[in-house]
């Protein structure tokens, strides 16, 4: 998987929803609301910039293998798009029981970083 593009595509879309927030949903959403808008974007901006790292990281042929990478990669990829997906849903009124799903991709996220941290830890 092309791990940069998807983190580039990722963040032009995290900084995309950062501005509709900023400019067509300020006036609408209750402050509350907003700040989930907000921390949905954030986080997804994140996952993005650290899918840019990991394919950078997997192009240099440096760690531990393609395997903790690509696993990295997918859960960093999937996690952003649960979390910062359900976020935003809720932002905008979804029903509250969404939530229950967005630890998942909190869940997801951490386990692509600690995936992340294990392919690059050096080998001895």
Do not use: D, K
């Amino acid at each position: 998987m092309n791990w940069i593009v998807l983190g580039a595509l990722l963040a032009a879309a995290s900084v995309a929803a950062g501005a509709f927030g900023a400019h067509a949903l300020a006036a609408r959403l209750e402050p509350h609301e907003l700040g989930l808008w907000e921390t949905a974007a954030r986080y997804l901006m994140y996952g993005a910039l650290s899918l840019v790292l990991a394919g950078l990281f997997a192009r240099q042929g440096a760690g531990r293998g393609a395997g903790a990478l690509n696993g990295a990669g997918w859960c960093l990829f999937l996690g952003s798009l649960i979390f910062s997906g359900t976020v935003f849903a809720l932002a905008l009124g979804s029903p509250r029981i969404l939530g229950a799903i967005t630890p998942i991709g909190g869940v997801l996220l951490i386990l692509g970083f600690l995936l992340f941290a294990f392919a690059a830890f050096p080998r001895s």
